[in-house]
């Protein structure tokens, strides 16, 4: 085997058009994910999770109902804003709420990331959609397109993981992490 075949020499053009590239690319994901913290900061001067929340626990009475719109509000608000602004904002709020329903903290802990990760990849502003299209060289709508029956997949294991609350506290029980 030739040295070539194992390394490979990076010349000045390439080298060039790699930064470009990068540059672009990130350049993209920092101006949606600049704006999802600028509305982050909107929510919390203006209290409006707060607001949420309290608007949450006397409207909705069904529990089922209330761990629906509970996901439906974190996939909504995955697509504005980045996951770890939506954990701290979002958390202590909505975790009294799924609690005082009988949902198990880890539980909800399962589903939060989960609905924060399709939050992400959901049509029209997640970032992982712009992410794929500046890779693919493709548009967002093909990749929007193409994303669908994974978003599909992804919501039908966080309404099981919801539902069916034994898929995902048995590992840990079985560790005796909780009771």
Not at 12 to 36: E, H, K, Q, W
Not at 39 to 66: E, H
Not at 152 to 179: D, M, N, T, W
Request: proline content about 6%.
């Amino acid at each position: 085997m030739d040295n070539n075949s194992i390394h490979r020499a990076i010349r000045l053009p390439t080298f060039i058009d790699s930064l470009g590239y990068t540059a672009r690319v990130a350049g993209t994901v920092m101006l949606v994910l600049v704006t999802g913290r600028v509305v982050g900061r909107l929510l919390s001067m203006y209290q409006i999770p707060q607001q949420i929340s309290s608007l949450m626990l006397t409207t909705f009475t069904d529990p089922v109902t209330l761990i629906l719109v509970i996901i439906a509000l974190l996939i909504f608000v995955g697509m504005w804003m980045e996951t770890l602004t939506q954990i701290i904002i979002l958390t202590p709020l909505l975790l009294p709420v799924a609690v005082g329903v009988d949902i198990h903290p880890v539980q909800f802990g399962i589903m939060f990331v989960i609905a924060c990760e399709i939050g992400y990849s959901t049509p029209p502003l997640g970032v992982n959609l712009f992410v794929a299209s500046e890779i693919g060289e493709t548009t967002i709508e093909k990749v929007s397109w193409a994303s669908l029956p994974f978003i599909g997949a992804e919501v039908a294991v966080l309404l099981l993981i919801a539902f069916v609350p034994q898929i995902s506290l048995a590992l840990p029980e079985l560790l005796g992490l909780i009771r």
